[in-house]
């Protein structure tokens, strides 16, 4: 993978969308409430046993107050749900973009 793949020139977000501007050029948009219901963190997961259960499921309508960037490789979005443990990495989030 180029590495330019996995590095965000610019992110934004309205209601409905996370857009971000990678440095290689390419666009993408995420849906919010798919991005809050496949939240990468542990809790959201529904642990570390191999028969977790998403805890995520019941979210049917979600908004992103704000995000801010973890290091140079992540961001972490802040919900009106009260949750922010997930950090969504830049090759999570290029994977799939497609």
């Known amino acids: 993978m180029n590495p ?12 409905t969308d996370l857009k971000i501007t990678w440095k290689d050029g ?10 809050r219901k496949d939240c990468p963190c542990a809790e ?9 259960v998403r805890t995520t ?3 049917t309508e979600i908004k992103l107050l704000r995000f801010q960037k973890v290091g140079r490789y992540a ?10 443990f997930g950090y969504y990495t830049y090759d999570f989030l290029r994977e799939r973009c497609g």
């Open 75 to 84: 961001i972490q979005l802040f919900w009106s749900d009260g949750h922010s």
């Open 44 to 52: 959201c997961a529904g642990g570390h046993d191999t028969n977790s």
């Open 4 to 15: 330019l793949e996995t590095i965000p020139l610019d992110i934004t977000f309205d209601d």
């Open 26 to 35: 390419k666009v993408c948009s995420y849906n919010l409430l798919s991005l």
């Open 57 to 59: 499921g019941n979210i």
